[in-house]
């Protein structure tokens, strides 16, 4: 890339935490431009530098445009950001692909996994796009976007197999309040990132259920080492589940009522559906979607994950919730590993 030129990032799309990363992007000196499906989301970027549909309140840096034509975009992006629900990257991705450029990096902020095929995001990207890995890079870790929005400090894990790739990302969007360290460990940033979302909706439906502290500590510590389990078995390194993209993420998903995940978990323990929970939250909530996948993967690695064994079968009304929390509880003793 010339150093005569600035950084150019491309957002797609418009949603929550896109719009959260595009004004990081900005904030650290970037250049970006925002896809938008909705010439309401654009206009408003451009025209009143807000986002309408998400954050309406919070001004976006000047510098930050829109556009509804995705060519546009990613004309000369040397980063493209991807930020959309993971069970419909397939589908948009291939709409997008010819328009990016050889030498742009992708950037997966995507933390699910999808539905049969069982694959990872940057394993979607390289397959759909044909780019290799090590132009495609995953940002995760303990990130709200509502904190991010009003500039309260945070930190991400960039992992890219390519370093130096990593690095470039890395200073694109390192600011005050936004710290992102870097990493080769794209499969155990990316687990961590899907699998806590499952966790999440574990302690949620345990606090829809009135359980206390001790069953939230419970389901985060034993989740966490059923995240390893499968990240490890899957070739990630343990240390990248005992940082920001695996615990740190794990944490904050589970804790915050900011969180989706967590906030869909509680309908549920107070006895909503899935159906009516979904209709109540209106958001996409890729845990829900990812428990199956998620457990399919465990199977095929041959590694024990009870909690999000449990969470699968709930939201598929194989059991009830009276049901669930006694698989759990009634489990075997055993060792804690």
């Known amino acids: 890339m010339s150093q005569h030129r600035s950084i150019r990032a491309a957002v797609l799309s418009a949603g929550s935490w896109g719009t959260a990363v595009a004004k990081i992007l900005a904030e650290a000196g970037t250049d970006v431009v925002v896809h938008a499906r909705r010439d309401e989301i654009a206009d408003g970027i451009n025209r009143d530098h807000r986002n309408p549909g998400y954050f309406p309140d919070i001004e976006l840096p000047a510098s930050l445009t829109a556009t509804t034509d995705p060519a546009v975009a990613l004309a000369g992006a040397d980063f493209l950001v991807l930020s959309i629900p993971a069970q419909s990257l397939r589908s948009n991705l291939a709409l997008w692909a010819p328009h990016i450029e050889p030498h742009t990096v992708i950037v997966s902020l995507m933390k699910g996994i999808e539905l049969g095929t069982h694959l990872r995001a ?118 990248t589940l005992a940082g920001l993209a695996g615990l740190g993420d794990l944490v904050a998903t589970c804790s915050s009522p900011l969180s989706r995940n967590r906030t869909f978990g509680t309908h549920l323990g107070r006895g909503l559906s899935v159906e009516q929970t979904t209709a109540v939250t209106r958001q996409t909530t890729e845990g829900v979607k990812s428990a199956e996948a998620i457990l399919a993967l465990a199977r095929a690695h041959d590694v024990e994950m009870p909690i999000t064994d449990v969470i699968s079968a709930l939201l598929h009304e194989k059991i009830t919730l009276d049901n669930a929390a006694a698989a759990l509880m009634q489990r075997p003793p055993k060792p804690e590993r």
């Open 122 to 239: 940057s394993e979607i990207i390289t397959e759909v796009t044909g780019v290799s890995a090590d132009r495609v890079a995953v940002l995760s870790g303990p990130n709200l976007a509502g904190e991010i929005m009003a500039g309260q400090p945070a930190a991400a894990t960039i992992a890219c197999p390519d370093e130096d790739a990593a690095r470039r990302f890395q200073q694109a969007c390192h600011t005050p309040y936004f710290r992102p360290y870097t990493s080769t460990d794209v499969i155990g940033c990316e687990l961590g990132g899907a699998v806590k979302n499952v966790i999440a909706l574990a302690v949620g439906i345990g606090s829809g259920m009135g359980l206390g502290d001790n069953a939230t500590a419970m389901l985060i510590t034993r989740g966490l080492a059923e995240t390893t389990r499968l990240a490890t078995a899957m070739g990630a390194h343990p240390a």
